[in-house]
């Protein structure tokens, strides 16, 4: 229902035991009440002469097959993430929301067409019996016990088909006062009000449908966060010491849970063990300081990649040594090269040489190696700058 929960909810784990419990046992309670108010609600109704009390039997019978929707659903959801569901099974219970949505709307439509269908044909309108307010007046009570019953556990695991299930429940509670009003101005010999109140439940329940699909809709076509969100998101990752800068900051829900992706920049000097250090505090602080996000993806860049030069048709390392060493055959030196150090930045490589102290045969040789090295790089337009190193 829009405008009536928040989605900012503590993350709770979808596959806890407890969570599974708990919420098969409140849905079992529904299908307990559900299955006696359609019932009576459709009896009544029809011995009693009143459409409004038969329509909302009719919604009402809609919560009970929705119920046993929510119990399949909350069976395979808990199930753990696995090969072929490397997210989890989360987003059943978002295709189960969506399924209850599109049932509700097909239901209103069908009441729709019938009451309208009788204020058409001409026939007398028969005023209802006075039972028929009673069983109106006890579905009323009756559904907005059970909608509180649901809100609760909703509430307390976090879960969006519980929660709308029980906006269902609650939707039925405010269909049945519509129901009562009407019951009670054809008593008063207004007989037609019995027919409008069934219509207005219909549009009600149409409502209610839009309310619970929309959102499940926009999750099953991977709609970000609210931009609030992705704001506090954003000022978190760049608290971060070692992050420079952020772009291509994505994120989506699964279920109840939200997932993060990030591309982050850091200083393109450090080693491969800080950057992945950086990337992992910035993952736990996501993961511990914003309830909602379960998991983030963080990816490490030495620069923004997506306005610089890329680096997709430089060669790889092997390509490179071979190069260099192709470049080096006149300098003797190269053959103790203890390590060589590659950095892709803005297109180009920044090449760094390490060689020991023992190539040096005395203390102006080490900047006449260096030139020597340099010049020979040169050669090469893909090197920006190379650095020679002694330790």
């Given at each position: 229902?829009?405008?009536?929960?928040?989605?900012?909810?503590?993350?709770?784990?979808?596959?806890?035991?407890?969570?599974?419990?708990?919420s098969q046992r409140v849905t079992w309670v529904s299908v307990?009440?559900?299955l006696l108010l359609t019932v009576l609600q459709f009896i009544i109704g029809l011995l009693g002469n009143s459409q409004a009390l038969v329509?909302?039997?009719?919604?009402?019978?809609?919560?009970?097959?929705?119920?046993?929707?929510?119990?399949?659903?909350?069976?395979?959801?808990r199930k753990a993430a696995d090969a072929e569901h490397p997210y989890g099974h989360e987003r059943i219970e978002t295709v189960t929301t969506l399924l209850l949505g599109v049932m509700l709307f097909a239901v209103g439509i069908g009441i729709v067409?019938?009451?309208?269908?009788?204020?058409?044909?001409?026939?007398?309108?028969?005023?209802?019996?006075?039972?028929?307010?009673?069983?109106?007046?006890?579905?009323?009570?009756?559904?907005?016990?059970?909608?509180?019953?649901?809100?609760?556990?909703?509430?307390?695991?976090?879960?969006?088909?519980?929660?709308?299930?029980?906006?269902?429940?609650?939707?039925?509670?405010?269909?049945?006062?519509?129901?009562?009003?009407?019951i009670g101005g054809s008593l008063l010999d207004l007989v037609y009000l019995d027919a409008i109140a069934a219509m207005i439940v219909a549009i009600m329940i149409?409502?209610?449908?839009?309310?619970?699909?929309?959102?499940?809709?926009?999750?099953?076509?991977?709609?970000?966060?609210?931009?609030?969100?992705?704001?506090?998101?954003?000022?978190?990752?760049?608290?971060?010491d070692g992050v420079r800068a952020l772009h291509l900051l994505r994120t989506r829900r699964v279920g109840g849970r939200a997932l993060v992706d990030v591309h982050i920049i850091v200083d393109e000097d450090i080693s491969v063990s800080e950057g992945h250090y950086i990337s992992e505090t910035v993952r736990t602080r996501l993961m511990k300081e914003i309830a909602t996000v379960a998991d983030a993806l963080v990816h490490i860049d030495p620069e923004d990649d997506t306005q610089l030069a890329t680096v997709h048709d430089l060669p790889s390392r092997?390509?490179?040594?071979?190069?260099?060493?192709?470049?080096?055959?006149?300098?003797?030196?190269?053959?103790?090269?203890?390590?060589?150090?590659?950095h892709y930045i803005g297109g180009r490589l920044r090449v760094e040489l390490l060689l020991p102290l023992s190539v040096l045969t005395?203390?102006?040789?080490?900047?006449?190696?260096?030139?020597?090295?340099?010049?020979?790089?040169?050669?090469?337009?893909?090197?920006?700058?190379?650095?020679?190193?002694?330790h």
């Open positions: 229902m829009s405008g009536k929960h928040s989605h900012a909810q503590p993350l709770v784990d979808t596959t806890d035991p407890q969570r599974y419990a708990a307990a009440v559900n329509a909302d039997s009719i919604h009402t019978l809609s919560d009970l097959f929705t119920d046993f929707m929510v119990l399949i659903a909350l069976f395979h959801s067409w019938r009451a309208g269908a009788r204020f058409l044909d001409g026939a007398p309108l028969l005023a209802p019996d006075l039972i028929t307010l009673w069983a109106a007046l006890f579905t009323m009570l009756a559904k907005e016990v059970l909608f509180r019953y649901l809100l609760r556990t909703a509430e307390r695991y976090n879960s969006d088909m519980l929660r709308a299930n029980a906006w269902h429940s609650r939707s039925d509670a405010v269909s049945s006062l519509v129901v009562v009003a009407g149409i409502k209610v449908a839009f309310g619970l699909g929309w959102p499940a809709i926009q999750e099953l076509v991977d709609t970000g966060l609210d931009p609030e969100t992705v704001q506090r998101i954003r000022r978190l990752i760049l608290s971060v092997s390509a490179v040594h071979a190069q260099l060493m192709a470049h080096f055959t006149d300098i003797e030196a190269a053959a103790q090269i203890e390590r060589i150090t590659l005395n203390t102006g040789a080490g900047a006449q190696l260096a030139a020597r090295f340099h010049a020979a790089a040169a050669q090469d337009p893909l090197i920006e700058s190379l650095d020679v190193r002694f």
